[in-house]
């Protein structure tokens, strides 16, 4: 079955980096678009940034600059390089999966926190 598992997430300071990855199983990587959401406390979950099967990615107007996603598909490994972080990039971050279908389908990770902070 399909299993996505996150990590990387942590305490950082404003202006700090991190990377988060995306361990992903049970389907065939290589062929679907992957992304990355993020849900503030209190706050609905939003888009980040996804990367297609041809690598073509796009970001929400927050993070434009900023992060970077890429993927892996010998590790089956999809990953967010989260550079000059903002106290407002604090959130637990998921990664997720949609494959088509009628209606498509929607595959969560468990999702990481990440707390910027000084």
């Known amino acids: 079955q399909v299993q996505l598992v996150e990590s990387g997430g942590g305490l950082v300071q404003p202006g700090g980096s991190l990377r988060l990855s995306c361990a992903a199983s049970?389907?065939?990587?290589?062929?679907?678009?992957m992304s990355w959401y993020r849900q503030a406390p209190g706050k609905q979950r939003e888009l980040v940034a996804v990367?297609?099967?041809?690598?073509?990615?796009t970001y929400a107007d927050s993070v434009k600059g900023r992060f970077t996603i890429s993927r892996d598909n010998v590790k089956n490994t999809v990953y967010l390089q989260m550079n000059s972080l903002k106290s407002w990039d604090t959130a637990v971050y998921y990664c997720?999966?949609?494959?088509?279908?009628?209606?498509?389908?929607?595959?969560w990770g468990q999702g990481t926190q990440v707390t910027v902070s000084s």
């Open positions: 049970g389907f065939s990587f290589s062929r679907y678009d």
């Open positions: 997720k999966l949609r494959t088509p279908g009628n209606p498509p389908r929607d595959y």
């Open positions: 990367i297609t099967s041809s690598r073509f990615t």
